[in-house]
């Protein structure tokens, strides 16, 4: 009896660490993206950047971090000096007892005075 509770506690501490291990990178990643956003609005506001050149920077910074997002769902708004950035994705993890889909959202809006 004690060497089943002790398999099943063993099994549970690998499930949960599996679980960790495969939830903690797109939860850092996301943390990256939210930098790097914040970084593109705040030099983009002095700049003649159009919204496709913003847009493709920040895309192209979220495929270095392996973030699965469109050009689509990078939506950049520019209004004088203010930029907008919007970035909604998921991130689909296949767990063999229930898959899990992480919805993450990044916004940032920098004004320039």
Request: glycine share 4%; no cysteine; net charge negative.
């Amino acid at each position: 009896m004690k060497t089943i509770k002790a398999l099943m506690g063993l099994g549970l501490l690998a499930a949960a660490v599996y679980v960790g291990w495969t939830m903690i990178p797109p939860y850092f990643s996301h943390y990256k993206l939210d930098d790097i956003i914040e970084d593109q609005a705040r030099m983009n506001t002095y700049t003649n950047k159009s919204e496709e050149q913003i847009r493709d920077a920040v895309f192209d910074k979220a495929k270095d971090l392996d973030i699965p997002v469109t050009r689509e769902q990078i939506v950049v708004s520019r209004a004088g000096q203010s930029v907008s950035i919007n970035v909604n994705y998921s991130v689909h993890l296949d767990y063999p007892v229930h898959p899990v889909d992480l919805q993450f959202h990044s916004e940032t809006r920098n004004r320039g005075y």
